[in-house]
């Protein structure tokens, strides 16, 4: 099943501890992306690339690196996690084909404590 | 910079009757639009692309570039058409080859009374 899978579903995590959310995609797409969803705010994009090793930063990239080393892969990492970054976190995957649109995965849920 | 606004949080029909959500957006280019869903706890879904002109679930949306607008209609609503609905603007090449920033509205909670 052609699928976005991000793991882990549920996270809390303290203050300041280093962690990453790990996005996976089996549809061979250039591109990826990482969102996070707050309420009244929508769909912010974070980070997004087109390609291995080709990263760009989107809207609200403070506070987050990631990592483009195999195409399938795209980990998103929070180097010292802060309480304004609890949110819900989306990865989506596309072909370099605008019309094809985005498909995402299922999300994480990120509570920093 | 590209930009997409949904004015209304959110909107409440009685089954049976119209809806429209709104979406406009400001880019002076040729951008692509696209209605993403997102139905309780679960991932967001592409539902409609402009370029395809297609009908998803009874759901139509016609790019007007004059206006700027992107409306998404359905002439019956369903209780099952109950979720949150997004706009969202990606940019492209002429060639179709996207930029790769895909940009969302605010989004709007459809809620459908029985």
């Known amino acids: 099943e052609a699928q976005v899978t991000q793991n882990p579903r549920y996270l809390i995590t303290v203050t300041g501890k280093k962690l990453t959310v790990t996005c996976s995609q089996n549809?061979?797409?250039?591109?990826m992306s990482w969102y996070r969803q707050d309420p009244g705010l929508g769909l912010r994009q974070i980070y997004y690339?087109?390609?291995?090793?080709?990263?760009d930063k989107g809207d609200v990239p403070e506070g987050y690196k990631v990592s483009r080393k195999e195409k399938r892969n795209f980990p998103l990492i929070l180097e010292s996690p802060s309480p304004n970054q609890t949110s819900l976190y989306f990865c989506?995957?596309?072909?370099?084909?605008?019309?094809?649109?985005?498909?995402f995965g299922s999300g994480t849920r990120l509570t920093v404590v | 910079a590209q930009r997409v606004t949904q004015p209304e949080k959110l909107l409440s029909v009685f089954k049976g009757a119209p809806v429209e959500l709104k979406c406009n957006y400001s880019?002076?280019?040729?951008?692509?639009l696209f209605w993403y869903v997102q139905y309780s706890r679960q991932r967001l879904q592409l539902l409609l692309r402009?370029?395809s002109r297609e009908s998803i679930k009874g759901f139509t949306a016609d790019l007007n570039k004059g206006e700027t607008s992107f409306h998404l209609k359905k002439p019956f609503a369903q209780e099952e058409d109950s979720a949150m609905y997004y706009c969202?603007?990606?940019?492209?090449?002429?060639?179709?080859?996207?930029?790769?920033?895909?940009?969302f509205g605010q989004g709007t909670i459809l809620t459908v009374h029985p």
């Open positions: 969202a603007l990606s940019l492209s090449n002429a060639g179709g080859t996207s930029y790769g920033k895909l940009t």
């Open positions: 690339s087109m390609n291995v090793e080709v990263t």
């Open positions: 880019y002076s280019g040729s951008p692509e």
């Open positions: 989506a995957s596309s072909s370099r084909l605008v019309n094809y649109g985005y498909t």
């Open positions: 549809m061979n797409h250039e591109y």
């Open positions: 402009h370029i």
